[in-house]
C-alpha cells in the first residue's frame, strides 16, 4: 500500500509559478515509477509528467520546457514546479506511483490559472 499526499495547488495568475508537492507513505526510491497527472473539467485525465526510480523524466508536449518534475529521496516526495503557467493548465493535478503492477493515486490538488 502507498498513501500519497498532494500539496500546492492554488490560484494563480497567467504566467506565474507554483510547486506541488506529494508526499509518499512508502520510501519513493522502492517506486518504479511516480508522476502527475491532470484532469480538467470535462476532460479525461492526462499525463503530465514522469519520473523513473533511475530517474529518467518524460513530459507532455504542452508542459515541455516549463514543467520541472523532480524527487528527493530523502523526504519521500516529488515535485512538479510548474512555470509560466497558462489558463489551459487549469485542473486537478493527482500524484501517482506505481509499485511493481499497482498504481496509487492521491487525492488531488486543484490548480486554477486566471487569465
Known amino acids: 500500500q502507498v498513501q500519497l499526499v498532494e500539496a500546492g495547488g492554488d490560484l494563480v495568475q497567467a504566467g506565474g509559478s507554483l510547486r506541488l508537492s506529494c508526499a509518499s507513505s512508502r520510501s519513493i526510491s522502492s517506486l518504479n515509477v511516480m508522476g502527475w497527472y491532470r484532469q480538467a473539467p470535462g476532460k479525461q485525465r492526462e499525463l503530465v509528467a514522469t519520473i523513473t526510480k533511475g530517474g529518467t523524466t518524460n513530459y507532455a508536449d504542452s508542459v515541455k520546457g516549463r514543467f520541472t518534475i523532480s524527487r528527493d529521496n530523502a523526504k519521500n516526495t516529488v515535485y512538479l514546479q510548474m512555470n509560466t503557467l497558462k489558463p489551459e493548465d487549469t485542473a486537478v493535478y493527482y500524484c501517482?506511483?506505481?509499485?511493481?503492477?499497482?498504481?496509487?493515486w492521491g487525492q488531488g490538488t486543484q490548480v486554477t490559472v486566471s487569465s
Open positions: 501517482q506511483a506505481r509499485l511493481v503492477i499497482l498504481d496509487y
